[in-house]
């Protein structure tokens, strides 16, 4: 390209189609979203977790006798790891657990020996082994900065209730003894679990096409995650809720922030600029959340400030929005929230790996150089 050509800039690469994809379909024109051809609604209706898990890998849904075998499999790599007991209690109890999230995924990495094997049945091993793991990571996490013990994995469960087992443990007032909790929380994990060419699934996308590996694909997902304007925001929807404390508040909250020109998370979207297409099922179990869960302070604060939010911008709540509360009302520690996409997104960010390494081109976009123009060295002594 010479240098007078004055070449278009897609600054974000916004609206850039960087490659095909069967994985999923995002249609802003009708705020809907498929994967493998399934509208999303249905499968929060009709499917679990693991089904949806299933049919990211596969492009099919599967049969009870191919859901036992992936079950059986799957839940055979939930074995309590020493090595990453011991990390996880290394790593200060202060730090960000998206940190900690990241680093057993590059833990898991060292200890495979077979980690730079570009195909499909190892990549599926890799998944079935983050998605027994990080959730045990997570729990642990959580449980050491409360002071509480390790609750082991169970083989009996789902990887919904197994995960609020292994957080809130067992007792009939913890989540996972009320199976309408877990089952809104698994409606959460597959609104999470897959959602395009978005900044944490290209990230991994870019460092599989180098013929890097899994782990390291994963684990620059999950930083790419961690940031406020991606997966970040669910956590900083409930800062927020929680700062502004009174629904009455949140309408002058909303229009003093908005004339500062500060963001507020939890709306807007790259893609989606009238709404987002997973909202209206997460809010479905938010509200069912608070209804159970004395919650009704949150379903104010979230009618007001979406309301506000749309009076004066029209800018429309994302996924995190109703996520944030959700997961809040559940009893999550509000700093855990984004490694809970963590642990849904593993299905988008395996099955993305996957096609990339199946039909793989570098990933290497061009810059426009806006430097100074070239010049010669002056020696230190001139200078
Ligand atoms: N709060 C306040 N203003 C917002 C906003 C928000 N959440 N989202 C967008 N806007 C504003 C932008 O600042 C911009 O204003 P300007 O024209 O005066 O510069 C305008 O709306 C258009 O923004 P747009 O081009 O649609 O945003 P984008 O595609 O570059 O960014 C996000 C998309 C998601 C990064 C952006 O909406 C955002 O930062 N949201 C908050 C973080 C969040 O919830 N992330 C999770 C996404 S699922």
């Given at each position: 390209?010479?240098?007078?050509?004055?070449?278009?800039?897609?600054?974000?690469?916004?609206?850039?189609?960087?490659?095909?994809?069967?994985?999923?379909?995002?249609?802003?024109?009708?705020?809907?979203?498929?994967?493998?051809?399934?509208?999303?609604?249905?499968?929060?209706?009709?499917c679990s977790f693991e089904e949806v898990f299933y049919l990211l890998w596969n492009g099919e849904l599967p049969n009870q006798e191919q859901m036992d075998e992936f079950n059986k499999k799957g839940r055979?790599?939930?074995?309590?790891?020493?090595?990453?007991?011991?990390?996880?209690?290394?790593?200060?109890?202060?730090?960000?657990?998206?940190?900690?999230?990241?680093?057993a995924v590059s833990y898991m990495g060292t200890k495979d020996p077979e980690h730079f094997t570009p195909d499909k049945d190892h990549i599926t091993h890799v998944g079935h082994n983050l998605l027994a793991q990080l959730p045990m990571a997570m729990a642990m996490d959580i449980r050491r900065r409360q002071g509480k013990d390790i609750v082991a994995p169970d083989s009996n469960k789902g990887v919904a209730e197994n995960l609020l087992s292994m957080v809130f443990g067992n007792d009939p007032d913890s989540p996972a003894s009320n199976p309408e909790d877990v089952r809104d929380f698994e409606k959460s994990l597959i609104?999470?679990?897959e959602h395009s060419f978005n900044a944490s699934t290209?990230?991994?996308?870019?460092?599989?096409?180098?013929?890097?590996d899994v782990y390291s694909a994963i684990s620059g997902a999950i930083g790419a995650l961690k940031g406020p304007l991606h997966g970040g925001a669910n956590e900083f929807v409930m800062h927020t809720m929680l700062e502004v404390d009174d629904p009455a508040r949140a309408r002058d909250w909303v229009n003093t922030t908005l004339d500062n020109k500060d963001l507020i998370m939890?709306?807007?979207?790259?893609?989606?600029?009238?709404?987002?297409?997973?909202?209206?099922?997460?809010?479905k179990s938010f509200r069912a959340l608070a209804e159970r869960h004395d919650g009704?302070?949150?379903?104010?604060?979230?009618?007001?400030?979406?309301?506000?939010?749309?009076?004066?911008?029209?800018?429309?709540?994302?996924?995190?929005?109703?996520?944030?509360?959700?997961?809040?009302?559940l009893g999550f520690p509000v700093d855990f929230f984004t490694p809970l996409f963590v642990i849904a997104?593993?299905?988008?960010?395996?099955?993305?790996?996957?096609?990339?390494?199946?039909?793989?081109?570098?990933?290497?976009?061009?810059?426009?150089?806006?430097?100074?123009?070239?010049?010669?060295v002056v020696p230190m002594d001139q200078r």
């Open positions: 390209m010479s240098e007078n050509s004055n070449p278009e800039v897609r600054k974000g690469l916004y609206g850039v189609i960087a490659d095909y994809t069967s994985v999923s379909k995002v249609m802003p024109e009708t705020n809907s979203l498929t994967y493998r051809g399934y509208a999303v609604q249905d499968l929060v209706e009709h055979s790599y939930r074995k309590l790891d020493p090595g990453l007991i011991s990390l996880i209690h290394s790593l200060p109890a202060d730090c960000h657990p998206m940190d900690v999230m990241r680093t609104l999470y679990a290209f990230t991994a996308r870019v460092i599989t096409s180098t013929r890097s939890g709306f807007g979207h790259r893609v989606y600029k009238n709404g987002d297409s997973r909202v209206p099922s997460m809010e009704a302070r949150w379903v104010a604060m979230y009618e007001e400030m979406a309301a506000a939010m749309d009076e004066r911008t029209g800018i429309k709540p994302n996924l995190d929005f109703p996520a944030g509360p959700a997961y809040y009302l997104r593993v299905a988008g960010w395996t099955a993305h790996i996957v096609e990339q390494y199946e039909n793989n081109s570098l990933i290497r976009p061009l810059s426009e150089y806006s430097g100074p123009q070239q010049r010669e």
